[in-house]
């Protein structure tokens, strides 16, 4: 079909009518922005295309080019959707991609040249169900930002100096610290999607504790001197980005996640972690993605993914941990990629009890044992 640009514009906007009001009343049941968020990410950027490639690269376009073009779109909004950080789970955000797609197909294959018999010679253009169409799609992501602001969650600013306490957050909001600002005592959070961002924690049973908490982020935050562990999350899904955690504690851990069933990604990443027990550890998450951290001088266990844990850990830096570098345990699945593990008086690698873990370029280095496995446990290397 040869279509014109306002052709092409008229039918992907009409297209995404649909979309964009599921989108909206994904985000009321679920209490989340991602869908309308991932649903003006899929129109802005096809109609970006539209108007800037495929209206002056393709003067006929054949239908089998709908596949190519598709996962062209899709790959684009996938990485605008990740540098802005769009907080969507992967599997639900393609699949609301692949069924937009695929209605869009229907539509401009069968429905539209049955609607308008003169579609296929107007090169796509809707005429004024085109433009109410598109009046719709913009008025509703208007709506939906304007909802957005006015909902956003209050900014909670503190002062540089020392604050008493432990600060306890039992609503939805953003903690964040001026150059300077410095918590004695430790935070504890109780709510859904409170952010923690350029604090420094000192002290405190747990520097930082989540409990029962979905959507919590913590960045830019220093954790030091906890009496049991630096980053304590339970029942909870955490994101921590870019932080510090030293602890001196015994038995404590620098970032303890567990028991997330259900609620989706936790990951660490980028984090200085140092001393205590093990220096990140996971129990019993559906799945972890610990990446880009620097893990030293841990008692026992660098990295530890462990208790049915479904996790990757990549691109990390572990070095003398007294047991284990990086540990895969008790029926986790764990892929080890491009880690480097040096200086371990135990293991480098290891995988425990009924564990399976998939090893991939990863540099091994002064350690007593490189990798081991047993207890029925698996250590695959990828080809």
Not at 333 to 352: E, K
């Amino acid at each position: 079909m040869s279509y014109t640009l306002r052709g092409r514009i008229d039918s992907r906007l009409a297209a995404a009518l649909g979309p964009a009001l599921a989108a909206a009343a994904l985000a009321l049941v679920l209490h989340r922005w991602w869908p309308v968020e991932v649903a003006a990410l899929m129109v802005g950027v096809g109609v970006a295309l539209d108007l800037l490639l495929y209206d002056r690269a393709l003067d006929y376009q054949p239908a089998w080019t709908a596949l190519p073009l598709g996962a062209l779109e899709l790959g684009a909004v996938t990485a605008l959707a990740i540098a802005l950080d769009v907080r969507a789970p992967l599997p639900e955000a393609i699949g609301f991609f692949c069924g937009a797609w695929l209605l869009a197909q229907v539509l401009g294959h069968a429905v539209y040249p049955l609607l308008r018999l003169s579609y296929g010679d107007d090169g796509g253009e809707l005429g004024r169900p085109g433009a109410t169409s598109a009046a719709a799609v913009a008025a509703l992501f208007l709506a939906a930002g304007g909802v957005a602001f006015a909902t956003r969650p209050p900014v909670v600013t503190l002062s540089a100096g020392v604050h008493r306490g432990p600060i306890v957050i039992d609503r939805q909001e953003i903690l964040q610290g001026k150059p300077g600002a410095v918590v004695r005592g430790g935070i504890v959070v109780h709510a859904d999607g409170v952010v923690v961002r350029d604090l420094t924690v000192v002290g405190g049973e747990n520097g930082i504790a989540v409990f029962g908490a979905d959507r919590v982020r913590l960045e830019h935050v220093r954790v030091l001197g906890a009496r049991l562990d630096g980053i304590h999350a339970r029942l909870s899904g955490v994101v921590v980005r870019d932080c510090t955690v030293s602890t001196t504690s015994r038995w404590g851990q620098g970032i303890d996640l567990s028991y997330t069933a259900g609620r989706g990604m936790s990951a660490v990443e980028g984090c200085d972690v140092s001393g205590g027990r093990e220096g990140i550890v996971t129990h019993g998450i559906d799945m972890a993605e610990i990446s880009g951290n620097h893990v030293h001088g841990t008692s026992l266990r660098g990295i530890a993914i462990t208790e049915m844990t479904m996790g990757e850990v990549s691109d990390n830096d572990v070095s003398g941990a007294h047991g284990v570098g990086i540990y895969c345990g008790d029926h986790s699945l764990c892929t080890i990629r491009r880690n480097v593990v040096a200086g371990t008086r135990g293991v480098g690698i290891q995988s425990f009890f009924y564990a399976e873990a998939t090893l991939e370029d990863n540099t091994l280095v002064g350690n007593s044992v490189p990798t081991s496995a047993f207890a029925n446990a698996l250590l695959e290397r990828s080809r």
